[in-house]
């Protein structure tokens, strides 16, 4: 039977994908009756067709062309030899475009879970200690601030409602050039600076860059934004230099933590919650399993009011179309197109495409293309309508799903999610990404049940049992809410927070060093 060896992912689907090696020669008994007879071995994770798919007609995986064939037979495996990567380029868009809203949980059918809720009405899911460099020239001192401080001054038993003392060095803000790397630099660093997430900040200069703490301020004064919270500013070279400044900081820390400690968590909505969703080191199965598990929860939480965040633009290219449609009208999606086709130019300017995006790993785990890999990525985003776009790092102005411009590459996407406002992130995997976020809990939800198994230390979850036949996604979704709701309250910790992932970096736009 069909269902031992793979799986048809939709009914207009002209290939299956397969989940267990099928050798040369085997017959595959289909859904209608027919068999299919498999012509050479296929490997886990890639697709025999169907039915003959004459050359010139597009090969179809989740109901889109992922391809176009060069002349494939009923049984043949499919790969870049019999079929090109050409897809259709989708821009049209009725002008009367209109998505209705979400069908909203009552209050009583949201859920709730045990945040911090802040000065200004937000609420965070931990509350951190943030050292942050405002260039890469203090972000040594920053490192060292927070390693020193949090093994020294700061305990969990003596500090309970404090998570920990974190630093974000990175290599920007200086010796860069001015315009977008300055002001996506500026958006980032604030944004985490005031995030929810952080109940105390010490902000660290060198002193002579470009994004010095005074132009920080100024930045923060211009978007009208104030840390009403513990803060201290510390200049390398005001202070006398390196020990002066590390000093000078976990000083800081240790009177602050009295403070950070007071805050208290108390019941809240699960509509309070903001989702980021992020997929990495995928394989075939992620788009199956773990993307559509996810993108279940994520409706739940945008159906309760919350608000989700989905960035990677390069991995919405060949299924743009797809979230244009489910715009809230045509303006909207207008602006999906736009955002997808900066990139491609972009990518362009810079000597790159966005077809180059897959992995040797994603290729080798049947993700052939980017059309293939993006149509399973946007699963994450689930179903309900697309309320807007928003840049790298800005945070939306409202509740709902909303799409964050981007890269895929998980170091900077991951940060500009929670830059963007994200208090959780779920992280989906098919070949095991370990990597977490300096302020905001990850969970890794692994698309297979040998990863899980194989890495148990660093995943969280995992949707393997669709795959196995054992779990439906509406389980997968369940479970996974469930755990949401228990890493959001701090009841317990993620896997990459248990092993301190705490990675961090700014996307820069312009790529030039001066």
């Not at 080798?364 to 309320?387: F, Y």
Request: charged content about 20%.
């Amino acid at each position: 039977m069909l269902s031992e060896f793979a799986i048809i992912v939709d009914p207009k689907d002209n290939v299956a994908v397969v989940k267990k090696t099928v050798p040369e020669g085997a017959t595959v008994q289909l859904p209608d009756g027919r068999a299919v007879r498999v012509s050479a071995t296929i490997g886990i994770g890639n697709r025999f067709a169907l039915r003959p798919i004459p050359a010139g007609e597009f090969v179809r995986q989740y109901g889109q062309p992922i391809g176009t064939s060069l002349g494939i037979e009923e049984g043949d495996a499919v790969s870049h030899s019999n079929m090109s990567d050409d897809v259709p380029v989708v821009r049209s868009l009725p002008e009367n475009l209109h998505t209705p809203p979400p069908d909203y949980f009552s209050p009583s059918e949201c859920g709730a879970f045990m945040g911090y809720r802040r000065a200004d009405g937000r609420v965070g899911t931990r509350n951190y200690v943030l050292i942050v460099p405002t260039s890469m020239c203090a972000s040594h001192e920053a490192q060292q601030i927070s390693s020193t401080a949090e093994f020294t001054v700061y305990s969990r038993e003596q500090y309970p409602n404090v998570d920990g003392v974190v630093a974000i060095p990175h290599n920007k803000g200086c010796g860069c050039p001015d315009g977008s790397n300055i002001e996506i630099l500026l958006r980032v660093l604030s944004n985490y600076a005031d995030h929810p997430n952080v109940g105390g900040v010490v902000l660290m200069e060198l002193g002579c860059e470009k994004t010095n703490l005074s132009v920080v301020e100024d930045y923060l004064g211009r978007c009208r934004r104030r840390l009403s919270k513990p803060l201290v500013r510390i200049g390398v070279q005001d202070v006398g230099g390196t020990r002066a400044a590390i000093e000078l900081g976990v000083e800081a820390v240790r009177a602050m933590l009295p403070g950070v400690n007071e805050a208290k968590r108390e019941s809240v909505s699960m509509g309070e919650l903001v989702l980021g969703v992020k997929c990495g080191a995928s394989d075939a199965f992620s788009g199956i399993s773990a993307n559509p598990s996810l993108g279940r929860a994520a409706d739940a939480i945008v159906r309760s009011r919350g608000a989700v965040l989905i960035t990677e633009v390069p991995e919405f290219c060949g299924a743009e179309h797809v979230l244009a449609y489910r715009a809230k009208d045509a303006e909207t999606g207008r602006a999906v197109y736009r955002m997808v086709d900066w990139y491609k130019e972009y990518a362009r300017r810079f000597g790159a495409a966005v077809a180059e995006n897959p992995s040797p790993g994603n290729v080798a785990g049947g993700l052939l293309n980017i059309t293939i890999k993006s149509l399973g990525a946007i699963a994450k985003a689930g179903t309900t309508r697309v309320e807007g776009v928003v840049e790298y790092g800005e945070s939306p102005l409202g509740r709902g799903l909303h799409l964050m411009q981007g890269p895929g590459y998980d170091q900077e996407s991951t940060p500009g999610l929670v830059a963007a406002g994200a208090t959780v992130v779920v992280f989906t995997t098919g070949r095991g990404s370990t990597m977490g976020n300096a302020i905001a809990p990850v969970i890794k939800l692994t698309s297979n049940s040998q990863v899980f198994q194989r890495m148990s230390g660093d995943m969280d979850l995992s949707a393997g049992g669709v795959i196995d036949g054992t779990e439906t996604i509406d389980s997968v979704a369940s479970r996974l809410l469930a755990y949401i709701q228990r890493v959001a309250s701090g009841e317990i910790q993620t896997k990459a927070e248990e092993v301190k992932h705490r990675e961090f970096q700014v996307w820069a736009e312009q790529a030039v060093s001066l």
